[in-house]
């Protein structure tokens, strides 16, 4: 035999030249040859064969276009748009925003933990209080569509998680990054990450200052407003660290807003202004197997916190003179979970998770102290099974129940208590899918998914001296959504995606105007009724890639269409690389909307970006300019904000980032 | 506050994508990406090089991949040359590439495969038990925890592609006639 493969192997064998490899790749073939591989399944899913609506926005695409904020690159994903109040960028999905809405109905996950909190009385999580530099996001998964089946409260019309690069490899290695734009914007970000034995290591912080801004608002007579209007600060860190079978994760963020432009009803850009956002959390994961069953364990903690401090004059429809919040929101909780094989076309997952939580909100109200205790539970149960009757086809069916109990909540206005009824709130949620890969370049997929949203604590429970009532008779939100979805791959490196949505939506919480100067959440008796018609085409060839999406939007109330909702939605991004140059370019459109209760109608507006940099192995350079036009302008705000119908545009923005690797 | 199912349970081969060899473990469908490129480095193919201005990856049924092979090739170069990834589903499809990997689903078309690309200067890859022995040049197998492969000579020599004598030694010479 060895005769033979001798001389057969002299018949085919490279004779000596340039091109001949070296020693060195034959050594690295033989360790490669050498190293054990994890017995795991032999096939993997395609990403569009999961059994979702899903796009996933690699690492470099946040890099290649420059982004500021997790918004911002969300903001041209198929079925996303943004809406700025110059507070918190709202995070509209399938062309709809929802006036006033502060991502309550998206949940955002960093590396699978949960931002959202039941409070939710002010907060973005994907604006400036994002603390993570988007230069160490590994990848952001997006799912379209509700997924409470699998992810619980506020996984109402999507969900986002952030993975953010793991520890290195290397023994050590760390990067530096500064930013800078025209709008005084300074970022300095730090990140260190090391490996000791079988155990890595990663930590990030990032510090964010921004100057006050010089926007204008044309509803205003008086354009008096203060040098420091918008200005920011914002510090976070973020630690990781992995062993074989464990995780554990820590993260800290606070964000401060001075002379925010458009606070609820207080003085439009008065130095007194101040918004406050804290958020801290700890996740411990193991996730150990036993045989054909791998289980996950986690323990994990939150406080979440939104503060402000607010001068009212009186002039805006609330009454006048100072006002402090503070609304801290602790929660401490656990989750089991098991995958179970059953041969080798059934899986079985069932988890349980609950979190004690504990709300304490003061306010004071030129002098009135408010106050708002919340002591409340969340547990959730969930099944799902997945069968793989061939390798063409699959089916999952998922079940979640989910419980939010609340064993006491009350008001104390000047120490005086108003105890409310604490109803227990529950509520099963399915989900269905089934994938059919009839050939290796179409995958048709049927998905109908629930989605529900509790009340957050600020809706049910939140009241003061009269402004604002409490609703502890407020339901829970649901939406159900039928999707069809058919994926084709067009070879020479495109692939393409469209598909039909139909959602029903019950139950919606938005606030109520009952008298003047007087609002309630409240439910509505009336289904919003959603169909969409959504497309996503991209290719990438060596060199370059590219990412387009369409989609076409309606949202009605018996007949009317819903305010703030885009007809139309439509991006597309183009990038180009060379060894180390890259450019890119991105426009985006968003159809014109209408806001009945402000009597307002607003056009269409795009976003174009573009993007130059250059990267070598141990530093980075990058130059984009923005040019949001009037986009801004066409944000619609809630009719808190009166005058002030729209937001003001920031135009263009030119940035400067720079960053070190070693 | 959310109730979160851990994400692998719902996309479980999405989570891994990292493909560095200095872990303790890679997964087998990585493996096999890292060694479809590590393989090209000790092929030559005939006139003194590949004629593109990138290196043709194509996959024939499908794939075991999923949409890895283009995240890695997108910043692992094969011969220096950016690396175009293309998705076959019927052998009438196959047009030029350099390299071929054959799916196991496509056992039954195997024959109608290896005949389109027969004597041409494409490299065929696949990691079917059996489909050295049927005309595939290259066939990575797994033998216990670990990699390895089998090389065809025969349509090899018919393509006129060149191996490296190195490689060779490494691999498992399957079909000597």
């Keep these: ?662 | 506050m959310a109730s979160k199912m851990h994400w692998a349970a719902l996309f479980p081969p999405l989570m891994v994508t990292s493909f560095c060899p200095a872990q303790s473990q890679v997964s087998e469908y990585q493996a096999k990406i890292v060694l479809i490129e590590k393989l090209t480095r000790f092929v030559e193919w005939p006139n003194g090089g590949l004629p593109g201005k990138a290196f043709r990856l194509a996959v024939i049924g499908r794939t075991p991949f999923g949409d890895a092979l283009e995240d890695y090739f997108a910043s692992h170069p094969i011969k220096n040359l950016p690396v175009s990834v293309e998705y076959y589903t019927d052998p009438g499809d196959i047009r030029s590439c350099d390299l071929l990997f054959v799916a196991h689903s496509e056992t039954g078309t195997l024959d109608a495969i290896l005949s389109r690309v027969k004597a041409r200067p494409i490299l065929t890859i696949a990691d079917t038990p059996g489909f050295t022995r049927r005309g595939v040049m290259v066939n990575i197998i797994r033998e216990g925890a670990r990699m390895t492969f089998e090389v065809n000579l025969d349509p090899v020599r018919e393509s006129n592609l060149r191996m490296h004598p190195g490689f060779l030694q490494l691999a498992r010479i399957i079909g000597h006639n």
Aim: hydrophobic letters at 35%; a neutral charge; aromatic letters at 10%.
């Design chain 1, 1 to 662: 035999m060895h005769i033979w493969k001798t001389i057969l192997s002299a018949a085919v064998a490279i004779p000596l030249s340039a091109q001949e490899p070296s020693t060195e790749d034959l050594k690295d073939l033989q360790a490669f040859l050498d190293q054990p591989v994890q017995t795991a399944s032999k096939r993997v899913q395609r990403l569009k064969e999961a059994a979702a609506d899903m796009t996933v926005l690699k690492g470099h695409d946040l890099m290649d276009l420059g982004y500021q904020t997790l918004g911002d690159a969300l903001g041209g994903v198929l079925g996303f748009r943004t809406n700025e109040d110059r507070t918190y960028q709202g995070l509209g999905a399938r062309g709809l925003y929802v006036l006033g809405d502060q991502n309550t109905r998206v949940l955002i996950l960093l590396d699978g933990h949960a931002l959202n909190s039941a409070a939710e009385v002010g907060s973005s999580k994907v604006g400036a209080d994002f603390g993570i530099p988007l230069t160490q996001v590994d990848r952001v998964e997006i799912v379209r569509g509700p997924a409470s089946s699998l992810y619980g409260n506020s996984a109402f019309l999507g969900m986002v998680n952030v993975v953010t690069k793991g520890p290195a490899q290397e023994r050590f290695s760390g990067e530096a990054a500064v930013t800078g734009d025209t709008r005084s914007l300074a970022q300095g970000d730090a990140m260190i990450s090391g490996r000791q034995g079988s155990v890595g290591w990663r930590f990030l912080f990032s510090s964010l200052g921004r100057g006050g801004s010089r926007v204008r608002f044309p509803e205003l007579s008086s354009q008096t407003l203060p040098a420091e209007l918008d200005q920011e600060e914002r510090q976070s860190a973020y630690l990781n660290l992995t062993g074989g079978q464990w995780n554990l994760a820590g993260y800290v963020m606070e964000r401060t807003q001075r002379a925010s432009s458009a606070p609820f009803q207080s003085t439009i850009g008065s130095p007194v202004n101040r918004d406050r956002n804290r958020q801290a959390y700890f996740d411990g994961r193991y996730t150990p197997s036993f045989g054909a069953i791998e289980t996950l364990f986690r323990v994990f903690g939150d406080r979440s916190e939104y503060g402000c401090d607010l001068d009212y004059d009186g002039t805006r429809g609330a009454g006048s003179g100072p006002y402090t919040e503070s609304d801290p929101n602790w929660s401490l909780g656990g989750e089991g979970q098991a995958r179970v094989k059953a041969g080798d076309s059934l899986l079985f997952t069932l988890g349980w998770e609950e979190s004690q939580q504990h709300y304490h909100g003061v306010a004071d109200s030129s002098g009135t102290i408010i106050e708002t205790k919340v002591r409340h539970r969340v547990q959730n149960t969930y099944i799902q099974g997945e069968w793989r009757p061939t390798d063409s086809l699959g089916f999952t069916l998922g079940l979640q129940q989910a419980s939010w109990i609340v064993t006491r909540a009350q008001t104390l206005i000047d120490g005086v208590s108003t105890p409310y009824p604490t109803p227990t709130l529950r509520g099963i949620t399915p989900r269905f899918a089934a994938v059919w890969q009839p050939s290796s370049l179409d995958i048709f997929k049927l998905l109908y998914g629930g989605g529900y949203r509790n009340p957050t604590i600020f809706e049910r429970y939140y009241s003061d001296d009269g402004s604002i009532l409490a609703n502890p008779s407020l339901e829970p939100e649901r939406i159900r959504t039928l999707s069809g979805v058919w994926v084709h791959l067009w070879g020479g490196g495109i692939q393409s995606q469209v598909s039909l949505n139909d959602s029903q939506w019950r139950r919606l919480i938005q606030p109520v105007v009952l008298e003047e100067g007087v609002q309630q959440s409240q439910n509505s008796p009336r289904t919003l009724h959603g169909s969409s018609l959504e497309a996503e085409l991209q290719g990438r060839w060596p060199g370059w890639s590219f990412y387009s999406s369409l989609g076409l939007y309606r949202w009605e109330q018996e007949h009317q269409t819903f305010p703030n909702t885009a007809r139309i939605q439509a991006g597309f991004r183009l990038t180009r690389h060379w060894k180390h140059w890259n450019a890119s370019g991105e426009i985006r459109y968003v159809g014109p909307r209408e806001n009945p209760e402000l009597a307002t109608r607003v056009p269409g507006s795009a976003v174009c970006r573009a993007s130059l940099g250059w990267e070598q192995d141990h530093w980075w350079v990058r130059a984009t300019l923005e040019d949001i036009g009037n986009a801004q302008r066409q944000d619609l705000v809630a009719s808190d904000y009166a005058p002030i119908t729209h937001m003001a545009s920031d135009g263009r923005t030119f940035r400067l980032s720079a960053g070190l690797r070693f």
